[in-house]
């Protein structure tokens, strides 16, 4: 007689295995431990083999069922349902080693050391929290342009335009990889140029030349905390990104060669960035030391000698000078690379001093080693020509 579900259930457990027949082969196997393992036994070749199905707490009668059917069915086809389990087990362990998160965790890892940890942390999280729920376990030989659009237009639902855009480019190096370490043959993120949506940029705004006399007067006058007023005149005078300066450490100052080394894990390019110091800079540096130079951070926070300054404190003292609408932070780049291209410095030493990034990495290592002399003359000169565009005043570092 064929077994039933409750009999299958309150099968008890003996003195030894047992056990309870169903027919076609198939059978339930009590152990002494309480354990019932669902089992096919068949002969092939003449020879006699045992399928296992799992156990009753995670296959019903129904299921063994079914999967004795099938097995029958590749008998009947001269197929052996071991040999068709194992080929398809280890193609499941295949897929499972080649899916999208796997290539992608490798691929995180093999770039890692060339990350800073912050950046490190934040495109794992990015592939955590947006790719790998939706994508993470599929084969990455098949996924298809359509699966990515689909996770793409998640994040466009909610406006995170730039981050997705950020979150394909990440996805397209997965696909690279995967390529270059034979795991796929072709990316496709490539197929979704032009699919993305885009927000209009705005470019950050930035004093022209003709503003620079006044605002700079307006600085000297500036009554607010004196850090600040430092951190304005630095950034002015070396144009660092706001995280470059507001972090700035006093290890990193090297006032005998008049340079200023901001470590590769603080840059946005993830690579050591050297800063002429120019006289003036050095002035201000030198007004900084006795207020500050007893702790980490050059600039400290406002409520803490511990932390850094805010990263606010700079673009609200624009605000509080009347630049609300005239000047950012980082437009002051803008403006000393306007004006720099303007008065014809080499093109190749402003980009290297605005730490922008060289895909060519041959002409990158030869920017770092050719062009320093250069832009040592040229922070300089930078220095003069803000210092000769204001009457002499009693704040510090502008002067000539």
Do not use: C
């Not at 008049?258 to 007004?287: C, F, Y």
Request: hydrophobic residues 40%; charged residues 30%.
């Amino acid at each position: 007689m064929p077994l039933t579900a409750v009999q299958a259930k309150q099968a008890k457990p003996r003195a030894k295995q047992y056990k309870i027949a169903d027919g076609g082969g198939l059978y339930l196997l009590v152990k002494p431990n309480g354990g019932k393992y669902w089992r096919m036994k068949y002969r092939v070749h003449g020879k006699e083999k045992t399928l296992a199905f799992g156990t009753l707490a995670d296959v019903t009668l129904a299921d063994a069922r079914t999967r004795r059917e099938q097995a029958r069915k590749q008998l009947g086809a001269g197929q052996d349902p071991m040999e068709v389990k194992r080929l398809r087990d280890e193609a499941a362990k295949a897929n499972a080693a080649n899916s999208f998160k796997a290539v992608a965790l490798e691929w995180h890892e093999h770039k890692r050391p060339r990350w800073s940890e912050k950046h490190a942390a934040k495109v794992l999280r990015s592939l955590d929290a947006d790719v790998f729920p939706h994508i993470g376990k599929r084969p990455v030989a098949e996924i298809t342009a359509p699966e990515l659009l689909r996770v793409i237009r998640r994040i466009e639902k909610r406006d995170a335009l730039d981050y997705s855009h950020r979150v394909l480019q990440r996805i397209g190096m997965v696909f690279r990889y995967a390529i270059v370490t034979s795991k796929a043959t072709y990316n496709p993120s490539a197929d979704l140029v032009g699919a993305l949506k885009t927000r209009k940029t705005k470019n950050h705004a930035a004093l022209s030349r003709d503003d620079l006399p006044a605002f700079l007067r307006s600085l000297d006058s500036y009554d607010g905390h004196l850090l600040t007023r430092y951190g304005l005149q630095l950034i002015a005078l070396t144009f660092l990104r706001t995280a470059e300066l507001r972090t700035a450490e006093w290890h990193e100052i090297d006032f005998d060669r008049a340079e200023w080394r901001v470590p590769a894990e603080r840059m946005k390019m993830g690579s050591e960035h050297i800063v002429p110091l120019s006289t003036q800079a050095i002035d201000v540096l030198n007004a900084l030391q006795p207020i500050t130079g007893y702790y980490r951070y050059i600039f400290t926070g406002r409520n803490s000698t511990t932390r850094p300054m805010s990263e606010n404190t700079l673009l609200y003292a624009l605000y509080r000078m009347g630049y609300k609408r005239q000047a950012t932070v980082h437009g002051f780049r803008a403006t000393a690379s306007t004006i720099l291209n303007e008065s014809g410095f080499h093109r190749d030493a402003i980009e290297r001093q605005l730490a922008h990034a060289e895909k060519d990495k041959v002409r990158a290592a030869y920017h770092r080693s050719e062009y320093l002399e250069e832009r040592r003359t040229m922070m300089q000169w930078w220095a003069d020509y803000l210092s000769g565009l204001k009457p002499r005043s009693s704040a510090v570092s502008m002067k000539g």
